[in-house]
């Protein structure tokens, strides 16, 4: 089947804009989670979703950053007012949460993310 | 707070040659999860294992066995009989049972195979 989407696959943008990342996750899967991969600060974890329960953003690093999935399906990641240091590559994985147990989390591709 | 070390920056072997990966944590919870995950060139993580902390056995898969010791919070990953299509980055992760389950990385060991 098909695995987790994301787009686009590279993004240039100025300091200063704003910009949106996409993530399909693997259909059924009702867990997201937005990773961020820098050469200075490794894989970390930026927000998580699961279902109808509010989001864990325990991972955002400031509020320029946000997050929406709709419909249980689709998340977009936004950055207002990007900075240099926001360059990095932007990863969605999604998992399936089942009543009493929970499953590895699958990868996408990532959204390469340049701030000139 | 949870903690994943990968001491081992790059490592660099011929073909053939078996090659493990060293993964040390640290972790308050008394259940977790460990998993590793490898990067190839092209950039996309793939799953390679998960182990709950109460399952101790080892495990292998073909040329790969991971060793996991819970008295060292080692989980260890060796190739056996290395090949070029081994070569990325590996990446050794912990999260919590419950809960977001978000994952914890390890810094990654780049191996490289060489013909």
């Known amino acids: 089947g098909a695995g987790v989407s994301q787009s686009p696959s590279n993004k240039v943008t100025e300091k200063g804009k704003d910009v949106e990342l996409r993530c399909d996750p693997i259909s059924g899967h009702t867990a997201l989670y937005w990773y961020r991969q820098s050469l200075g600060q490794g894989l970390e974890f930026l927000i998580y979703?699961?279902?109808?329960?509010?989001?864990?953003k325990s991972g955002l690093p400031s509020d320029r950053f946000s997050a929406e999935r709709t419909g249980g399906s689709v998340s977009t990641l936004t950055i207002q007012r990007t900075q240099q240091e926001d360059s990095a590559v932007y990863l969605c994985a999604s998992s399936l949460v089942a009543l009493r147990d929970s499953y590895e989390q699958y990868f996408g591709p990532g959204t390469r993310l340049t701030v000139t | 707070a949870q903690k994943v070390t990968q001491a081992q920056t790059e490592i660099s072997v011929v073909e053939k040659e078996d090659v493990t990966l060293d993964c040390v944590y640290e972790?308050?919870?008394?259940?977790?999860?460990l998993f590793w995950y490898k990067q190839p060139p092209s950039g996309e993580l793939v799953f390679l294992i998960r182990?709950?902390?109460?399952?101790?056995q080892n495990e292998i898969s073909g040329r790969y066995s991971w060793n996991f010791q819970k008295s060292t919070s080692s989980f260890n990953f060796t190739i056996t009989a290395s090949q070029v299509v081994d070569s990325a980055v590996y990446f050794c992760?912990?999260?919590?049972?419950?809960?977001?389950?978000?994952?914890?990385f390890g810094q990654g060991t780049r191996l490289t195979i060489n013909p």
């Open positions: 182990r709950n902390s109460f399952d101790e």
């Open positions: 972790t308050r919870d008394t259940t977790y999860y």
């Open positions: 992760a912990l999260s919590e049972v419950k809960g977001a389950q978000k994952l914890v």
């Open positions: 979703f699961q279902g109808n329960s509010a989001p864990d």
